[in-house]
């Protein structure tokens, strides 16, 4: 945050280049195929976390529809693919167009009138609601409640290899270190960092020094909404499934949302030990059921009220202490 | 407190009939002649035609003209409510006037976002400061320059040290801004406004607060910054005091008007000024 | 096939209006609650709709024991109290902080309290659910029969919502209600207590939710999942209905319900909410003042 020296942004690169090769070394240690589930699984969540952490943490953005956002692109994928036997990875990457396009005019409309940021969490709060109803109503389309069953990705030579359940990880962990670069690039090396900064700290001010406040607000979302995009349409692949159980507010926002703001929103690397953290937490209260939401509900009460800086905040504190 | 204000005022309304007057019109006589011509000729920088500004139906602004010439300090004094904020909301788009036009180098630039308006040159700085509160004095100079062009990152942090060398912040670069008191943000506000190298710097309430040894240090400050950088500085003030010694033209509001205009000494002894204050402070 | 279904809704409509009135008034009893503690407190209230919830669960477990009128009182107190411990208690941590970040944590206190409920009553009481049924079923008006229970539901709502405009407009409470609203310290100034105030707006804000969750469970069902959707509706209707004014939050109630029912008639229910949320997102970016305030 506080403009690092050139020392200091050598060593966050070595920890990102360690964290990436830990993530991809993860499954010599966890074997089985249980356990490749819920590490592809928290990569993915890695991207979500991620992206809510940018837009809320950098942009005074809260999109309370990760999940929408993420369902559109797999709907999108997962329908031009069964319906008119498109090829896969070009309707991965429609799907995220059309996802940034989403997230962009969601942004576009919310800053029109400077309505700040109760007004954005109004306006995607029911942009997740229309997702919700939308995909269940159509039941034509898209199968309604039950949902459809794409036709499977084709992992070509990777798949042969490794496996189906391998190459998924692989390609899950290999999103969610590009997204950490990513993050790394746009919030601490380049110019970009410091302008979402200052959108953050003072929007007036921001734009009285000329910065475009809106268009750096948009660009973030397209950016965020690509992602999660990307994210969204493997996730429904790696699911195998696509229905609205997958992409609802409870399944990917909560989660997103304890993960980001746990780890530290906005900074690099807080998604990434929110993911780690509540992808265990949540594989181990899985068996309450509903009520497993209560104890998400308590968890966000107790973070917001106590813990609001983060455990990258929390930890830099530690460290100085000890150093 | 507001009793010892107007009492302020008041002396320094006579401190203007008196020495302050007489050292301003030596200032002007000791001008080079061709400065001076230079001067006279020179094309306006900034127009403010015929601005109105209602709120919900009570006007801030009623029928606001002048103009700014290129170099120039020009002073905005009046009795607080008086609409001199408002006028800065409306010169650096914050504000859209419910009628008139801003115009800066011949250009109408009324309908123009902020962001816009300060590429175009106008900066300004807030009566209570707005800065970054979050990030430390040396971001909150770079993300000014950053703002407008102004090339990678590390060449902008070190043109930002020497503007911080300047004005006396140098040792406070790596302070987060919001650990620093009231006048060290207005400083770090300036600061940021000079790292956007505007045409005009729009100080709001620059001074309030400085005692007297503060207040000439920043009217030094402030000659230096339009001198040297050949800034036009734009100024709404409460200390009359500073007024006298810096500005080279006052303008006077009272009720959204203009009530007076013209040098400190001339504007000092208008009878409508006395009265707009000495009314303000019977209405206390 | 559509000409069909509209000569249908032509020969109904009275009908589908009646019942667009009385969903639309009932949103909008949950709505000026929310639109009042948004004004109060600077706090966006997520878990309004639980407010509702609370109340007909309660009362729909008690409808047994205690008959109609008193289990209805029983719940509509349960989300008072409710809104008291929540002012008192859930929020505590907010009101130490000012500005923005009051807002913020305000907002995930309030979306942490909603999953909380959520998830306890879902789990709860999946299959609880309140339908009060008067015997009187119809009513014959202008030649036309209406449900009893959607009328009187209707009837009520509008009470309430007519009783709450003159308690705001005429008695000194209401009146420093408002003051509050516009300015905080102004009204510490003049003598009235804003904790006291604020108290006030989130026990009115739990009756009137409450009661939008009876009057739901009058005019149709309400069952524990019902709160979100309550609350999204009621948010976008306070945003719409403008944030200060209880006649614009009325009329973008009514609006909304209007358009919620006619297009579930030709549609269905997952549809329609589609739709009816499309044309408030519209409403917004059109008339981002809100529908009866003046453009700036």
């Known amino acids: ?100 396009g989403v997230a962009a005019g969601l942004s576009y409309v919310a800053n029109v009138r400077r309505m700040g940021v109760v007004f954005v969490a109004i306006l995607t709060l029911a942009f997740q609601l229309i997702f919700e109803n939308l995909v269940t109503g159509l039941v034509w389309l898209t199968g309604g409640d039950t949902g459809f069953r794409p036709p499977p990705l084709p992992l070509g030579p990777l798949g042969s290899l490794l496996g189906e359940q391998m190459s998924f990880y692989l390609i899950a962990a290999v999103l969610a270190i590009g997204t950490l670069f990513v993050n790394y690039w746009l919030m601490e090396r380049s110019k970009w960092g410091l302008i979402m900064e200052a959108v953050r700290n003072e929007e007036v001010a921001s734009e009285v020094i000329g910065i475009n406040v809106r268009r750096v607000k948009v660009t973030v979302s397209a950016l965020s909404g690509f992602m999660i995009g990307l994210a969204g349409a493997l996730y429904g692949y790696f699911n195998g499934l696509i229905s609205p159980i997958y992409f609802s507010f409870a399944s990917i926002d909560i989660l997103s949302q304890v993960m980001a703001v746990f780890g530290g929103r906005g900074t690099v ?55 | ?118 590429k175009l040159g106008i900066a300004r700085t807030f009566q209570i400061p707005r800065p970054f509160a979050e990030m430390t004095v040396l971001d909150n100079v770079v993300v000014g320059m950053l703002a407008n062009g102004g090339g990678s990152v590390s060449v902008a942090r070190m043109k930002a040290l020497e503007i911080l060398e300047e004005l006396g912040l140098r040792d406070k670069a790596g302070t987060e801004v919001r650990k620093l008191n009231v006048q060290e ?60 010694k810096l500005a080279e033209r006052v303008i006077v509001l009272n009720f959204g008007q203009i009530i007076a205009e013209g040098k400190p000494s001339e504007v000092a002894n208008s009878a409508s000024v006395i009265e707009a204050y000495l009314g303000r402070g019977m209405a206390h | 096939m559509v000409e069909a279904a509209l000569d249908l809704l032509l020969s109904q409509l009275p009908v589908v209006l009646v019942d667009g009135i009385t969903f639309g008034l009932q949103l909008a009893l949950v709505a000026v609650g929310i639109t009042m503690i948004f004004g109060q407190a600077q706090i966006l209230n997520l878990s309004h709709g639980e407010f509702a919830v609370i109340a007909a669960i309660t009362s729909a477990l008690l409808i047994p024991l205690l008959g109609v009128p008193l289990a209805v009182l ?53 299959t609880t659910y309140l339908s009060i049924r008067p015997e009187v079923q119809t009513v014959e008006l202008l030649g036309m029969s209406f449900r009893f229970s959607a ?64 009057m739901r469970g009058l005019a149709a069902t309400m069952g524990p999942e019902s709160g979100i959707e309550l609350t999204v509706l009621a948010l976008l209707i306070s945003v719409v209905g403008g944030v200060r004014s209880v006649p614009g939050t009325v009329v973008a109630g009514l609006m909304l319900g209007i358009v919620y029912m006619v297009a ?33």
């Open chain 1, 1 to 100: 945050m506080a403009a690092p020296d050139e020392h200091r942004i050598d060593v966050r690169l070595l920890v990102l280049a360690a964290i990436s090769a830990i993530l991809l070394a993860l499954p010599l240690v966890f074997t089985g195929r249980y356990y490749l589930r819920v590490l592809t699984q928290m990569s993915f969540f890695i991207v979500f976390a991620s992206a809510f952490g940018l837009l809320f943490g950098r942009t005074n953005q809260l999109f309370l529809c990760i999940a929408a956002l993420a369902g559109i692109s797999a709907y999108t994928s997962g329908l031009l693919t069964s319906r008119l036997g498109m090829e896969h990875w070009s309707t991965i990457l429609l799907g995220s167009i059309f996802s940034a």
């Open chain 2, 185 to 244: 943000k207005k400083s770090v506000e300036l600061a940021r406004a000079l790292a956007m190298e505007p045409k005009v710097l729009l100080l709001d309430e620059y001074m309030s607060g400085l005692n007297t040894g503060e207040v000439e240090r920043a009217v030094e400050e402030l000659k230096r910054i339009n001198k040297e950088r050949g800034i036009t500085i734009v100024w709404i003030e409460h200390i009359l005091r500073a007024v006298m």
């Open chain 1, 269 to 323: 690397i807080g998604p990434l030990i929110g993911s780690a953290v509540f992808t265990y937490v949540n594989e181990n209260i899985r068996y309450l059921g509903p009520i497993s939401l209560s104890v998400y509900g308590a968890l966000i009460v107790v973070l917001f009220a106590a813990f609001r800086e983060g455990m990258v905040a929390t930890l830099r504190r530690w460290t100085r202490l000890v150093f």
């Open chain 3, 74 to 126: 029983a719940g509509i107190a349960l989300a008072v109290a409710f809104g008291a411990f929540v002012y008192k208690v859930v929020l505590l941590p907010a009101f130490r902080l000012q500005g923005e970040n009051r807002i913020l944590l305000g907002l995930f206190l309030m979306l942490g309290l909603y999953l909380l409920l959520h998830g306890y009553f879902t789990n709860q009481f999946p």
């Open chain 2, 1 to 118: 407190m507001k009793a010892a204000g107007s009492d302020g005022v008041l002396r320094s309304l006579e401190l203007g009939r008196g020495n302050g007057a007489s050292r301003i019109e030596q200032n002007t006589k000791s001008d080079q002649p061709l400065t001076s011509l230079l001067r006279m000729a020179d094309e306006r920088l900034m127009e403010v035609r015929d601005v109105y500004k209602y709120f919900g139906g009570l006007p801030a602004l009623n029928g606001v003209s002048f103009s700014v010439r290129r170099g120039e300090i020009l002073a905005i004094i009046g009795p607080n409510g008086a609409g001199k904020t408002t006028l800065f909301n409306v010169i650096s788009g914050v504000f859209q006037p419910t009628k008139g036009k801003v115009i800066f180098e011949g250009k109408d630039i009324t309908r123009l976002p902020p962001y816009k308006r300060a």
């Open chain 3, 264 to 296: 579930s008639f030709l549609v269905g229910t997952y549809l329609s909410v589609v739709i009816m949320l499309a044309v408030t997102i519209a409403v917004l970016v059109l008339r981002p003042q809100g529908l009866l305030g003046e453009s700036e």
């Open chain 3, 151 to 214: 009328v009187l539901a209707a009837g009520i709502s509008a009470v309430l919502l007519a009783l709450l405009a003159v308690f705001l407009k005429t008695t000194m409470t209401g009146k420093a209600i408002r003051a509050v609203s516009q300015n905080e310290t102004g009204s510490m100034l003049v003598g009235i207590t804003v904790d006291r105030i604020r108290l006030l707006t989130f026990l009115i804000g739990g009756a009137l939710a409450g009661s939008a969750g009876i």
